[in-house]
């Protein structure tokens, strides 16, 4: 269904108007609650600080909520004096309207401050000394928790709250539980069972220390809202959820209903104590029910990090141990050919033509005959034996020209073989011995460039904060995994990943989804499900950020000539640190040969790639690999495509592979790079391409028997089988391609289908 213009407009002008009326109702509500808030003398300022606190487009809705609240809770002259201070501090604000919000945002408390010492002077010069400082105390306080209040505003709709806007918070709730002390249904508190659920989550996530200031807080508001019985229930209750914590949501809840249970006894008795119980039981279910969204806002759970060198030695010793096990996989392999690879040593052959003239021909009484008079038959006839005995393997008396004359001509046959034979393996053994030192090099450089790599990643990654990891382990210990470590850390995009190390036995409670459900309810994003690495008896266990897209991925392959092998590898990874990683490796023949070189290199990046490696090194390294053995050819083409599962970003890279193809609103682009086979040479390279693509383009790589009659034909098919599955899609070009054939030469032909979809 296709949604005009103007309908949407309606519908987002309506979304608005709803957004601004529950703020508008929030600010009248929070209003009405300071109304009722008193202190020492009878002192209401709160309600006149909220007004003046609240940003210009709230004022309204925050001056009508506090009149009401004194009108209805206050009551008296008080109220009526009060209200007009509401109505004094909006003639004022009117009055400067032409100010900045930003110097409103100052001026207002002043102007706060302002009406009510206006409004109570009269009374004040009417009464004693005791009565106009007690008017100057109450437009401090005004002034006071206006700038507070105004923080506490600023704060809960930060993105990154500080620590003081946090504490603003709490005084202005502390302030609002004073108001709401003043309901009370048949003996049960409201405000009683709010004041219990703050000092729950403060305890559980964030321990002793918080829950105890939120009780003291909680306890003191109690006092001034003339129930200083609370006062000591609020601080048992603080003390014995901090201490239990680490017991879990059932521990904490159980210790502050015991512990407040106890308190209210040793001051009252046992008379109206199921009243403490019904109101410590009901913060419970609140404090379960709160979301951590909300929590955040607050301060209580913080979403963004400050650095911590051990979570950060953590993550690396994590990174190194990953890459590690990579390399040992190439280490291993390359090992076993160099190590077959003999010393070689010897002196080099100066001249094996030389060298064996002086054999043969020293005591020859036809040497100056040869050598002197006739020295240009003679080199040229010993110059057609070698140059059989180096095509040949060895020359033989037919080679010599019918001109050439000698009397040892068998002897010097005898001679020219074998220095040949020599030589030749001499060259050979150079050869082997250069290209080892090719292979070192490549492989030392591979690894380089894999540190190099790692560097820059971790460079990016920055620990989160103690409280978000305190929350995390303390959710973790609660399901009985007492783990070694656990690291918070986010990257240059502040996608957040958890790892955690655990023994063995234990890592698999922490791999239901409930288990990411609930972390990522604690870390405020969602996260993927875990990922598992063992080590002997020690587990690591992952989380990250769940990517934004996904794919679908389908091939078909079809092996030459009736071998049972394929000599095209392909590897699919869904999802490896948030890329999605495709590859299709084609080894250089067909049949079981083939397949060997083509499965190594898709195995051997796959494993590097997997581990975070990049892929320009790990490619350096796979083909030191096939460079490595042992004299023999082994060539593979490399066709590697990794997309950015989050900013679906397609980076591509070609060695010798075939063209690949991107179908893009209707429309199929060719992608292609003239560049060299892994194996070929020393310090190859693969040509790289990017790709900006989105939910819905298809992906299309192929070996080069699918086009060994072109590729004009592949965009038109591509474009009209996009709608059908992938898998039937793959069997069309494979079909096509078959059917295309000139020759009764065939090659192995295979084709990979991807399709981006959402995560």
């Known amino acids: ?40 003398a009878g002192a209401s300022p709160f309600g006149v600080a909220w007004a003046g606190a609240s940003p210009p487009a709230h004022s309204a809705a925050a001056s009508f909520g506090a009149a009401a609240g004194y009108l209805l809770l206050l009551k008296g002259e008080a109220a009526v004096r009060y209200i007009a201070c509401i109505a004094l501090l909006l003639a004022l604000r009117w009055a400067f309207a032409f100010v900045s919000p930003g110097s ?44 507070l ?113 106890m308190g209210y006894a040793a ?18 279910i609140i404090m379960t029910a709160l979301p951590l969204s909300f929590l955040s806002k607050v301060g209580i759970i913080s979403r963004y990090p400050n650095a911590d060198g051990d979570m950060l030695r953590t993550a690396v010793i994590s990174q190194l141990w990953r890459l590690r096990t990579a390399l040992s996989d190439i280490a291993q392999m390359t090992g076993e050919i160099s190590k077959k690879l003999a010393d070689i040593s010897g002196d080099p052959i100066e001249s094996v033509f030389a060298k064996s003239c002086s054999a043969v021909c020293k005591g020859c009484k036809s040497s100056p005959r040869c050598w002197q008079t006739g020295y240009d038959n003679t080199a040229d006839a010993l110059n057609h034996a070698f140059s059989a005995a180096k095509t040949k393997g060895s020359a033989e008396l037919s080679d010599f020209p019918a001109h050439f004359k000698c009397d040892r001509i068998e002897r010097m046959l005898e001679v020219i073989n074998k220095n040949t034979s020599g030589y030749m393996t001499h060259r050979m053994q150079q050869r082997h011995l250069s290209q080892l030192r090719s292979v070192s090099g490549d492989q030392f450089g591979g690894i380089c460039d894999l540190l190099d790599s790692m560097e820059r990643q971790l460079a990016d990654f920055r620990t989160a904060d103690s409280q978000t990891a305190d929350a995390v382990t303390k959710y973790i210990s609660a399901l009985g995994c007492e783990c070694g470590s656990i690291c918070c850390f986010l990257d240059s995009f502040g996608r957040i990943s958890i790892l955690a190390e655990l ?70 990874i869904d999802n490896a640190n948030g890329n999605a990683i495709l590859l299709l490796c084609d080894g250089m023949g067909v049949g079981s040969p083939a397949a060997v070189d083509a499965t190594m290199t898709a195995s051997l990046l796959e494993r590097l790639l997997s581990a975070g490696a990049d892929l320009p090194s ?17 060539l593979c083409t490399v066709d590697a495509a990794l997309l950015d599962l989050y900013s679906c970003r397609l980076d591509i890279f070609k060695a010798g592979a075939a063209p690949s193809f991107v179908l893009q609103n209707g429309r199929c682009r060719r992608i292609e790079a003239n560049s060299l086979p892994a194996g070929i040479l020393s310090g190859a390279e693969a040509k790289h391409t990017t790709v900006s693509l989105s939910e819905g383009d298809i992906i299309v790589m192929l070996s080069d028997g699918v086009i060994e009659t072109g590729y004009e034909w592949v965009p038109s098919q591509i474009t009209a089988f996009a709608d059908c599955p992938l898998d039937e899609l793959c069997q069309r070009l494979i079909d096509t391609a078959h059917d295309r054939r000139l020759s009764d030469r065939e090659d192995d032909m295979s084709v990979l289908a991807v399709k981006i979809v959402a995560a």
């Open 267 to 284: 001051q009252l008795g046992f008379e109206g104590i199921g009243f403490v119980f019904a109101e410590s039981v009901t913060g419970c």
């Open 1 to 40: 269904m296709t949604v005009t213009t103007a309908v949407s407009s309606k519908l987002f002008g309506k979304t608005q108007i709803k957004l601004k009326f529950k703020e508008q109702a929030t600010y009248a509500a929070i209003g009405f609650i300071m109304g009722g808030s008193t202190v020492s």
């Open 104 to 147: 409103m945002a100052v001026l207002s408390p002043f102007l706060g401050a302002s009406a009510v010492a206006v409004t109570g002077l009269a009374a004040a010069l009417s009464t004693d000394d005791y009565g106009f400082i007690m008017l100057i105390c109450e437009a401090v306080i005004t002034a006071t928790s206006s700038l």
């Open 503 to 572: 023994p063995a036995h234990k890592a698999v409670r922490l791999m239901s989804p409930s288990v990411a459900a609930d972390l990522s309810e604690i870390v405020l994003q969602e996260l993927s499900a875990p990922q598992q690495l063992l080590s002997g008896n020690s587990a690591k266990v992952m989380w990250s950020a769940k990517a934004v897209y996904g794919i679908k991925s389908a091939f078909v392959q079809h092996a030459s000539g009736g071998n049972r092998f394929c000599g095209d590898s392909l590897k699919v």
């Open 618 to 634: 790990s490619l350096r390294l796979v083909n030191a690999a096939l460079l490595s053995g042992g004299g023999e050819e082994r």
């Open 149 to 261: 209040f105004g923080k506490a505003q600023s704060s809960v709709f930060a993105e990154r709250p500080s620590k003081s806007g946090s504490i603003c918070v709490g005084i202005a709730l502390c302030v609002m539980y004073m108001g709401l002390s003043r309901f009370i249904f048949f003996g049960f508190s409201p405000a009683h069972s709010l004041a219990f659920a703050a000092i729950l989550c403060c305890g559980f996530y964030s321990g002793t220390g918080l829950s105890s200031a939120a009780a003291v807080a909680a306890g003191l508001s109690s006092a001034l809202s003339n129930q200083p019985h609370m006062l000591a229930v609020c601080c048992a209750a603080g003390l014995g959820c901090g201490i239990f914590a680490p017991l879990g949501r059932v521990g904490c809840c159980a210790a502050l209903v015991i512990c407040s249970l």
